[in-house]
């Protein structure tokens, strides 16, 4: 039988006590660690200088069985301080850290722990200018002036030079949408995205940006744009608080696309066309000449466009990220289902979890056809049209002044003192500056350092 490879385990010698020893010595002498290790690993040094062999780094390791170190229970850690023992056992790691890092892996996870520790402090700072109330303060003041600058330059713009208003809407919207992906992004918000809102905006810019009559695309964004976005405002109790960034981009989203379709139906005419050719002929003859949409066009345009997104909306977003979605990825309809208040948890919640979804999506199934049948009606009525504008923009403006009178006034104070008591608890723990010392071999030796003092 082949003998075996494993170590002979450590086995306790004891060695008689010398009768000139103090039962009460500060340190363990010599035959103190010859004690706890075997005789292959002792060297026989003086007993005024203990040390170990050094035969391995390894060999040392296997050697240190601490469970075999049966202190007295009257033995202080002063006393285990007081030896070479921590001496031994910080150089023995601080010789081991040091041969690793010369490693190309130790040289590589050196260059990696060091990129780690920048983008941390990076973060930390950013966390920190954000958090500050003065930054906060200062970035709703700018919010709140791009607000109003938004109200007015669109309204000047309607009546002195209203051709201008669909490539002012192209612009604002991918600054926005753009500025929301990053934010949304880093909250994990961006399946909301995804939302038909936003599918409506994108059909909208194709329609603008594409020459040509394409009457089953324009009788499809009409209807959903004027249907089922513009009364998503009421549905979504949209606001108007003009420092919010947020809440002035999802009105942005429901309330323009409707109002960019207006002017181009009522306001602009072609006289209106400049030197520049601003608009094309497409857009130009709709207030004159516009396509012979019936509402039976419009509505089956408008359904079968809206089935195409909630189909390719079903297949992207719940079965393709389905794993995000368990992992707490919000969405319009997780977050709906939520809402303990909305009418659509009341129908969905006597169903059971796995068919939810499927009865939010019959709900808004059902909200966008009611939704888009007055949409012809839009379309043939100009004041019918505007009125619906108006409307939605009236409850916008009351959602803002309940929400500026109601919850901004003690909100917003309070939120500004918990980020000011967040910030100062945050600085008082974390050492933006002492993040160098997260290497382990600097803890173990810092820890030693204190240990020794104490």
């Known amino acids: 039988m082949p003998e075996s490879s494993e170590p002979i385990p450590p086995q306790r010698i004891d060695t008689p006590v010398s009768a000139t020893a103090s039962s009460t010595t500060d340190s363990p002498s010599t035959d103190d660690i010859n004690g706890v290790l075997p005789a292959q690993y002792v060297d026989d040094s003086p007993a005024s200088s203990p040390t170990l062999s050094a035969t391995s780094d390894t060999t040392l390791m296997q050697a240190l069985d601490f469970d075999l170190l049966d202190f007295d229970d009257d033995l202080s850690s002063f006393d285990l301080v007081g030896s070479d023992w921590i001496r031994v056992l910080s150089s023995t790691f601080s010789a081991q850290r040091d041969r690793l890092e010369q490693t190309p892996f130790g040289r590589k996870f050196r260059k990696l722990v060091d990129t780690q520790k920048r983008i941390v402090n990076n973060q930390l700072r950013l966390l920190q200018m954000q958090q500050n109330p003065e930054a906060v303060k200062k970035r709703d003041k700018l919010a709140f002036v791009v607000g109003v600058t938004n109200m ?8 002195v ?36 809102c936003y599918f409506v905006n994108a059909l909208l ?20 744009a004027n249907g089922p976005v513009l009364i998503a405002i009421t549905a979504w109790r949209n606001s108007l608080v003009f420092h919010s960034l947020d809440k002035v981009t999802s009105l942005l989203i429901h309330f323009d696309p409707p109002l960019t379709l207006f002017i181009c139906r009522w306001v602009v005419k072609p006289h209106h066309q400049h030197a520049l050719r601003i608009l094309p002929d497409h857009l130009l003859s709709l207030s004159t000449n516009p396509p ?15 089935v195409f997104w909630q189909a390719a909306y079903w297949v992207f977003v719940w079965t393709m990220r389905a794993d995000k979605i368990k992992a707490g990825y919000a969405t319009s309809t997780t977050w709906m289902l939520a809402n303990q208040q909305s009418l659509i948890y009341r129908a969905a919640k006597r169903f059971r979890p796995a068919y939810q979804p499927a009865v939010f999506m019959a709900i808004q199934l059902a909200y966008t056809l009611i939704t888009i049948a007055p949409t012809y009606l839009f379309y043939r009525f100009k004041w019918l049209n505007a009125a619906a504008l108006m409307g939605s923009l009236c409850v916008a403006t009351y959602n803002g002044a309940n ?16 980020l000011k008591k967040e910030l100062e608890r945050v600085g008082s723990s974390v050492q933006l500056d002492g993040l160098n010392g997260l290497d382990e071999g600097n803890h173990q030796s810092d820890g030693v350092e204190k240990v020794k003092k104490g």
């Not at 201008?164 to 992004?185: G, S």
């Not at 810019?205 to 959903?224: C, D, E, Q, R, V």
């Not at 039976?296 to 466009?305: F, I, K, N, P, W």
């Open 292 to 306: 012979d949409i019936s509402f039976s066009q419009m509505m089956l345009t408008s359904l079968a466009t809206y």
């Open 161 to 196: 030079w209203p051709e201008v208003i669909p490539w002012f809407y192209v612009v604002k919207t991918f600054v926005l949408l753009m500025m929301r992906l990053v934010v949304y992004r880093r909250k994990r918000w961006h399946y909301f995205m995804f939302d038909m």
């Open 205 to 224: 810019i194709l329609y603008l940006a594409f020459p040509g009559s394409h009457a089953n695309l324009f009788a499809a964004t009409w209807g959903l």
């Open 403 to 418: 929400y500026y009178f109601e919850v901004f006034s003690r909100r917003y104070v309070e939120e500004l003192k918990g």
């Open 152 to 159: 007015w330059v669109t309204a000047l713009l309607v009546g």
